[in-house]
């Protein structure tokens, strides 16, 4: 009778692990955590001098089209699309990157603001995030001058 008692409660703590976990996960990803994870590994791959465009795990990021986009126009630009700096900027492996709050444009399109530091360097940038199935992709980065 205890052994069906400790049973019960096992299968039923189960099954309420297996409905409430993944929204959970889902509901833990804002726009903010998105892009500051992108950064981190985006930064650490423009470091190592690998090519970040031609990286697989950058669609898991970034919208495809854009991506198709970026490869296609790479030749022509020095400047890197996401950080929006040019050639003086490479080597910042230990950047830290802090994003403001969002602001939410529609239900599924965010504007969030990026600060990329290192030492007295100062980088700001808007990352345009569109949530599409569930899943963050970036649509579109620009610069933030300041003025």
Not at 21 to 35: G, H, L, R, S
Not at 42 to 55: E, F, H, N, P, R
Not at 70 to 82: G, I, N
Not at 128 to 138: A, L, W
Request: proline fraction near 4%; include cysteine.
């Amino acid at each position: 009778m205890r052994i069906c008692k400790i049973l019960i409660c096992v299968l039923t703590s189960l099954l309420c692990l297996g409905f409430f976990c993944p929204k959970a996960v889902e509901a833990a990803q804002t726009p903010q955590e998105f892009v500051k994870e992108f950064y981190e590994w985006y930064l650490i791959k423009d470091y190592d001098l690998s090519d970040a465009l031609k990286q697989d795990k950058l669609a898991e990021y970034v919208d495809e089209e854009l991506i198709a986009e970026l490869r296609q126009e790479e030749k022509c630009h020095e400047m890197s699309y996401f950080t929006q700096m040019g050639p003086f900027f490479i080597r910042f492996k230990n950047a830290k990157v802090r994003v403001g709050d969002v602001l939410p444009m529609t239900d599924d399109v965010f504007v969030v603001p990026a600060t990329i530091a290192k030492e007295s360097i100062e980088k700001i940038v808007i990352v345009y995030v569109h949530k599409k199935d569930g899943t963050f992709k970036i649509h579109s980065v620009s610069d933030a001058y300041p003025y």
